[in-house]
């Protein structure tokens, strides 16, 4: 119930491609739901959240979709771009924070 | 640059020796997370701590860890008699006490 299910491992996308990563959740507790770029070395730096009361939340090329019914959420890179090359970890939240393992994003130049 | 600021960067310890792991929150953050990243693994929580306060240690080891985030000074996380399985990435995070956290840069221990 703890866990937070995250796919792909790994994406390679061309440039300009659209990358699509997904999370899943069990705990219907979870009201907060963040994701995190993480470059090589460094620390995860959060690129954008959502609550469970909105369905999608957009900002710049980055977009949450949100399936409270199917506990599902995705994060969607539009024109994706050689420097989105990272890790990128979703995570769950009702006080503290469940990880997903992370998706390791490639984007072609 | 207010942001999380973690010490050292890297720490080199031989087994059996204590690692101190230092983190010093956001301007006006009172609330500290500690979280612990294997190699190509996601962070897994270990423990939330307030000034003065341990909220939530269940993802601690029950033996040889220990953390505390004192009235004045940085939160420091403390791993007695370290050995080989305790190397990996250790993340501060810090927040205001609402949902979003804050990361560091995190320490990375290795233990010889």
């Known amino acids: 119930q703890q866990q937070v299910k995250q796919s792909p491992q790994s994406l390679i996308v061309q440039k300009g491609g659209i990358s699509i990563i997904n999370c899943a959740y069990e705990?219907?507790?979870?009201?907060?739901f963040p994701w995190y770029q993480q470059f090589p070395g460094k620390g995860p730096a959060l690129l954008i959240a959502i609550r469970p009361d909105v369905s999608e939340k957009k900002e710049g090329r980055f977009t949450i979709s949100f399936n409270k019914s199917a506990k599902q959420f995705s994060l969607h890179i539009m024109d994706s771009q050689p420097g989105d090359s990272a890790t990128y970890f979703c995570a769950a939240s009702w006080d503290k924070y469940i990880f997903g393992t992370g998706t390791r994003l490639k984007v072609l130049a | 640059n207010a942001g999380v600021m973690q010490n050292p960067r890297h720490l080199v310890r031989r087994r059996g020796q204590e690692a101190r792991l230092r983190c010093s929150p956001m301007?006006?953050?009172?609330?500290v997370y500690w979280y612990r990243q294997l190699p190509e693994e996601g962070l897994k929580f270990m423990v939330y701590?307030?000034?003065?306060?341990?909220?939530?240690e269940s993802g601690m080891p029950k033996e040889r860890f220990s953390a505390e985030f004192p009235k004045e000074g940085p939160s420091i996380l403390r791993i007695q008699q370290v050995v080989r399985g305790d190397s990996a990435a250790y993340f501060c995070?810090?927040?205001?006490?609402?949902?979003?956290?804050?990361f560091g840069p995190g320490t990375r221990l290795t233990v010889l």
């Open positions: 995070a810090s927040s205001l006490g609402g949902y979003e956290q804050f």
């Open positions: 301007k006006g953050h009172s609330h």
């Open positions: 705990n219907t507790a979870f009201d907060y």
């Open positions: 701590l307030q000034k003065e306060n341990i909220i939530d």
